[in-house]
């Protein structure tokens, strides 16, 4: 059974750094592009980034770039999304997701004083 598990989130003041994980079981984890989302209620979810096998990396958003990175261990079956420098507009459900239809269970982040 395929299973993407998620880690990491919770409260945050502006500034601070987060650590997402995602762990992947079920599936031949090495040849999967990965992608991490983003969602704000009553908004749509947004790509954020995506990690392909091989390790190219694209940026979907630019509010994130050069604040955020995307890594992978393939030895761990895992996705991790490195936040830094957090704002209170990063505020969102977090969710990885292994196309075509496997996503992790989501990940509150709440940026905040």
């Known amino acids: 059974q395929v299973h993407l598990v998620q880690s990491g989130g919770g409260l945050v003041q502006p500034g601070g750094s987060l650590r997402l994980s995602c762990r992947a079981s079920g599936f031949t984890f090495s040849a999967k592009g990965m992608n991490w989302y983003r969602q704000v209620p009553g908004k749509e979810r947004e790509l954020v980034a995506q990690i392909m096998p091989g390790g190219d990396i694209y940026w979907w958003l630019d509010s994130v770039k050069g604040r955020f990175s995307i890594s992978r261990d393939n030895t761990a079956n895992t996705v991790h999304l490195q936040m830094n420098s957090l704002r209170p507009e990063d505020t969102a459900v977090y969710y990885c997701?292994?196309?075509?239809?496997?996503w992790g269970q989501g990940s509150q982040v709440t940026v905040s004083s």
């Open positions: 997701y292994s196309p075509p239809v496997i």
